[in-house]
């Protein structure tokens, strides 16, 4: 479920058709406040010098006022930690002054009182928390840190009580999947909107194709389903089931190799200045520094205009009940045409419980 999905994207979808970049994401920093195994970005300062260097807030806050003044109505201020910069705010600020509608992705391990208190003089539309579990045992297993969760549960009961939106993402691994319930019932019982999923995409940012952290195949494509039947119910799942459908989230009219809104009304700026489709494919870049940003998304909305589908997935019975997209295929095979065996594997034990509810349901 996406709680701004109607509006949202109708309106991004809508943008696609006449190429304007309404839906941005700044990655301001790779630093972070955790260690997640599964990160795909995460940098020690040591380890960004020789890649490059993060942008000031005066860069941020001008390349924002230009892709405003292209048609940016949305974005997303994302890291690495993104409070971690001791100028968050005044970027916040500007935001705020040009009438952009911002969201935070965040860990919530360093909003304090203190912190909650100056959002509500720059108030994000929402901030997502990425809950990594429900104890402190899976935090210090798969982040580093036991005290995190303590920490990231008193954010979210500081940002609510300020009446500041809060929703939930999770990603379930070998170290947490055991609390996919316990999770679930955290986001309800503080009536949060949660946004799971088992599917975890290869770290290729971190400059090489790597194995992914992740849950076997057949066992997330399993989860994934649990997790929507819990989330959604069993009349949803019928319906899903019946018309074949994975998501709705993600996809545009399309047959090209890049069938989503990456690259046609979404972009997506790197810490060290780079502009991507989306924050998964780093193959497709451009240099708003180097070309302005007007000269940069012209880039990119012509290359995903013309790279090639994937023959075998467009083929395929599974293709409506599989997430495999250009960037998917690209950081598990390094090569955006080619399927990827264990998003075969993830969709096809994914169709199989629903088959399962379909043939029970029957009965």
Known sequence: MREDYPLKQTLCRRAAHKNVPVNGAFELTPRCSLNCKMCYIRMTP?????????????????????????GMTFLLLTGGEPFLRKDIFPILEALNKMGIIVDINSNGTLIDEAVADRLLSCPPSKINITLYGASRESYGRLCGDPSAFDRVVRAIQLLKERNILVCLNTTLTPENAHEMEDI??????????????????????????????????????????RIQLL????????????????????YYESSQGISCLAGRSQFWITWDGKMLPCGMLPGISASPEELGFAEAWRVINDTVRNIPGCKECNGCNLRSLCPSCAASRYCENGDMTKRCDYLCQFSEAYRDELAKLAEAHRS
């Open 46 to 70: 040591e380890q960004m010098r020789p890649i490059g260097r993060e942008r000031s807030a005066e860069e941020w806050i001008a390349l924002a006022r230009e892709a405003r003044d292209m």
């Open 184 to 225: 679930l019932a955290f986001a309800k019982n503080n009536d949060l909107v949660l946004r799971p999923t088992s599917y975890i995409i290869p770290p290729s940012r971190r400059g090489s194709i790597e194995k992914a952290y992740r849950l076997p195949p057949k066992e997330a494509g399993q989860l994934t389903y």
């Open 231 to 250: 989330n959604q119910g069993a009349e949803a799942m019928l319906l899903r089931a019946e018309n074949q459908l994975l998501t709705e989230d993600c």
